[in-house]
């Protein structure tokens, strides 16, 4: 019913940049906090950057003055731009919401499918 779709990512070279998109459907009543979290094998997914509904930021130490996040409320969707990507940005980036949907009382957390960047010469 509700659903959070990602798209955008890709390898780069050290030093470009990419954006990744992240558009959330379905019956929703409304979005609270957005965010991009990322995971490499073997370690804990680790928060990237998040965003409430009223635009305040929040980053990684790692991301910070590389990695923008901004969100278009009316699209229901959040972007993250990230530039002067590095070999450690490697990942897998999930994007995270927490949506109240029309047919429940409280919100919740939902993920997205998940996103493969890859930083590499």
């Known amino acids: 019913q509700v659903q959070l779709v990602e798209s955008g990512g890709g390898l780069v070279q050290p030093g470009g940049s990419l954006r990744l998109s992240c558009a959330a459907s379905g019956m929703i009543f409304s979005i609270n906090a957005m965010g991009w979290y990322r995971q490499v094998p073997g370690k804990q997914r680790e928060l990237v950057a998040a965003?409430?509904?009223?635009?305040?930021?929040n980053y990684a130490d790692s991301v910070k003055g590389r990695f923008t996040i901004s969100r278009d409320n009316a699209k229901n969707t959040v972007l993250l731009q990230m530039n002067s990507l590095k070999p450690e940005d490697t990942a897998v980036y999930y994007c995270?919401?927490?949506?109240?949907?029309?047919?429940?009382?409280?919100?919740?957390?939902?993920w997205g499918q998940g996103t493969q960047v890859t930083v590499s010469s």
């Open positions: 965003i409430t509904g009223d635009g305040s930021t």
């Open positions: 995270n919401a927490n949506i109240r949907a029309l047919a429940e009382f409280r919100q919740r957390p939902y």
